[in-house]
């Protein structure tokens, strides 16, 4: 079974339906990507996976809990986390400050009024690891403003992830990002895509057939067509699109 | 491994010994600055009061406006007890923070889904229901007249007790309080609960989908700020031996809103004591020289927001990193370089 399933989920926007009974299955501890033009509902339908949105019709289960219609903060604490292709860093915050708050400990304290977050020095560990990972060692006390437009992407990720999800998605990493700074992100999420589910809304292809191990064509808000990277080459649809020749 | 700012885990820093210092020997000289002890005694509350809404505003980033109705509510609550319940100075202040406390949690039920200009004006009008009702209900606070004859009980600690009838009695009374609201404001918005306030002014919808009640978060800290709000209005209603209905005016939570902004209150602990001490100087001294010390007052505001938005502790700030910058060029420091907040 998979780890998070979208069933049926249908979406409108007064008269312009967005998502149209897509069905989605993300396996436990495979990097899944979702491609598609823009416009075909990609970041919508991250939202409603996430929470952000409630659908009109359908379920979505992670590890076969219904969690249709929660809270992002409640879906958060299931161990489903999200990064956004619009940068949503705390700028006023230090790059390690940025990662601390959502670790788990950190979020379980949350109303510890009086509590010295200072001296916690697992939680700051953990959080000093997760920059490590995203290659933001050594950037612990820069302000999340000063850092580079691509230090930003990658801290926008090691937000998400140090919520130590179960299941991450990320909305378009790529986003803005130049070929070198795209080639360090793939190395990057190679490194961390160990013992974790990942789903990935890309438009970069290269960075998606490189990395993902399933691919979700949506178009015109539907899943059109499910594969491995091969098996989306092959597909005649697929080389029937501009998606086709990108790939 | 690296660790968040270490200067947060202390209790006591440079900048609050520094505070506690002026406040605390204030009543020595005064008088000899052309002062007098009753405008220490009013700074001093309002500086409390201001602390709390600075939690709101300079912290989580809440505009309230009608936060004077809660320092109004703390004084009705406290004069109600002591007339009509026991006299005693503790019980009365702890019902004033309760009973601030718990209109102000009340309220938040319906701010704290809301947030920009909506937050702003819901509590505008809740502060101006609570200001007309004050108004009008004349049998419980004395309507325009005021709820009289309040009085300064002792402060008993029963194998001694204190008068404070003398306004520097009653100052001191008024600095332990306030020692006291620092040390756990503080450590309050240096805890855990701190940091997701001060992230959910910076990115409200972030925080939620990292697992937390935004909404919660928001409900609490008007709670915890409304609560020190009622310290205050107990405090400002034994101070003036009286409750009286002006604080809960538009007027009045305009004028908090604007000492914590000329202080710097979303830049600093410390903004929203500066802004009210400049608040009150500007009152006494451009007030001896002109009836219109007010409109200099929102001219000043005006400048403020145009150049420096940041408030006096921005600028504060900003000389600090110049001194830096200059200290790591190699040029000696002019002066001392004072601590980061």
Redesign the interface.
Known sequence: MALFEAQKVHKRFGDHVVLEEINLDFEEHKLSGIMGPNGAGKTTCFNVLTGRYKPDRGRVVFDGIDITGKSPGAIAKMGISRSFQVMNVFDEYTALENVLLPVPEVRRRGLHLLYDLANDSESNDKAAQVLAKVGLAGKERALASDLSYGERRALEIGIALAAEPRILFLDEPTAGLGTEATAKLADMVTRIKEGITIVIIEHEMNFLFNLADVINVIQWGQVVAVGTPDELRANPWVQASNLGKLA | ??????E??KWFTPQMLVAFAIFGTLPLWLEWVGLYSYIGLEVLIWVIFALGFNLLLGYTGLPSFGHGAFLGIGGYAMGWFQLNAVPNLWLGLLFAIFITALFGAAVALFVSHRRGIYFALLTLAFGQVFFFVASKWTTLTGGEDGMLNIKRLPADFGFVSFSLQDNYALYYFAFAMFVVTVL?LW??V????G??I??IK??E??????????YF?KW?VFTISCAVAGLAGGLFAMAQEGAYVQVMSLQWSGIIVLMTLIGGGFVSFWGALIGTVVFYLARDILGTFTDTWLLWYGLMFMVLVMFKPEGIAGMWQDGVKYLRRRRAAGTPPVVAEPARD
Do not use: C, D, H
């Open positions: 491994m690296e660790r968040m700012i270490s947060t885990s756990v450590r309050l240096n805890s855990p609960f940091k997701v001060k992230a910076q990115n919808m972030r925080v939620g989908f990292l697992g937390y009640n935004v978060f609490l």
